[in-house]
């Protein structure tokens, strides 16, 4: 099995900062793609970032938000900054890749509450 461990959101004001990371760890052979994806009351899961050898971003976050890799290469880091009210959401952790069988794995975290007050 495959363990995503995301650290803590919070509460932060407009205009703030927030680093969320993602720890991925069990039967891993390699990861192809890591993600932060958030799902605000009423709404679906959409896409915040995704990191492969390229970074991808939603529209609404892009030049706000900063999505990399640990040294291990089994961390994701979000970066957020500007933060906005309308960034409150519950923040999860998405991972794809292949484990020590070489089957595909697809695991997603708990997740994690950002609130921004305005």
């Known amino acids: 099995q495959v363990q995503l461990v995301e650290s803590e959101g919070g509460l932060v004001q407009s205009g703030g900062s927030l680093t969320l990371s993602c720890i991925a760890s069990?039967?891993?052979?390699?990861?192809?793609?890591m993600g932060w994806y958030r799902q605000a009351p009423g709404g679906e899961r959409d896409l915040v970032a995704t990191i492969t050898t390229n970074t991808n971003y939603a529209g609404s976050v892009k030049g706000r938000f900063t999505i990399s890799r640990g040294d291990t290469k089994n961390t994701v880091y979000l970066q957020m900054t500007s933060l906005k009210p309308e960034d409150t959401a519950v923040y999860y952790c998405?991972?794809?890749?292949?484990?020590?069988?070489?089957?595909?794995?697809?695991?997603w975290g708990q997740g994690t509450q950002v609130t921004v007050s305005s």
């Open positions: 069990g039967n891993i052979f390699s990861i192809n793609s």
């Open positions: 998405h991972v794809l890749g292949v484990n020590n069988d070489f089957k595909n794995f697809d695991v």
